[in-house]
């Protein structure tokens, strides 16, 4: 199998429940599957489900949610060594599907530089799929990916003042 590049970007809410469908599938076809958060360090319901199913591992990459604020210097420290940690896994070879969840958001606030990423992508081994999501994704990684999905948010209950809903949104 020759890995491919996905991109799943846009203003609406799905992205990492994509990203996540699709490791559940690979996981159920008995590929092993990487899923990196980036910009995450807050409490989400995805790692408890996913300790669970074989063949899938999980770790986050941030500290807390500063998309309220500017990120501080810990925080693009630790998407630093998130993404150091996930080359030597990319490189590795030894998962068929790696998620880079939220990577977009790093890049679009500077934690993560593109030019690291793209050459990631083109140094990967053949086989490994990658998965990169988040909103803002740029013109270089949409033009340099397989397949981009754009998910566009056309009515959300957010809206109406509808809080965080526990196992709908974490």
């Given at each position: 199998m020759t890995g491919k590049v996905q991109g799943y970007?846009?203003?609406g809410k799905g992205k990492t429940t994509a990203a996540l469908g699709l490791a559940l599938r690979a996981s159920g076809a008995g590929l092993?599957?990487?899923i990196g958060q980036f910009v995450k360090g807050m409490h989400y319901h995805e790692p408890d489900t996913l300790e669970h199913l074989p063949n899938i591992s999980?770790?986050?990459y941030g500290l807390d949610c500063f998309i309220v604020n500017e990120p501080m210097q810990n925080d693009i420290d630790a998407a630093k060594?998130?993404?150091t940690e996930m080359l030597r896994i990319v490189m590795e070879g030894k998962y068929d599907l790696v998620i880079f969840d939220e990577i977009n958001i790093a890049l679009y606030y500077k934690l993560?530089?593109?030019d690291e990423l793209l050459d990631?992508?083109?140094r990967r081994p053949a086989h490994v799929e990658?998965?990169?999501t988040g909103r803002y994704a740029p013109g270089e990684l949409l033009d340099?990916?397989?397949?981009v999905t754009e998910i566009r948010e056309v009515k959300h209950y957010y809206q109406d003042g509808v809080e965080a809903r526990k196992g709908i949104e974490y």
């Open positions: 970007t846009g203003n092993k599957v990487f999980l770790k986050q060594k998130g993404f993560i530089e593109i990631l992508i083109n990658l998965v990169l340099l990916a397989d397949l």
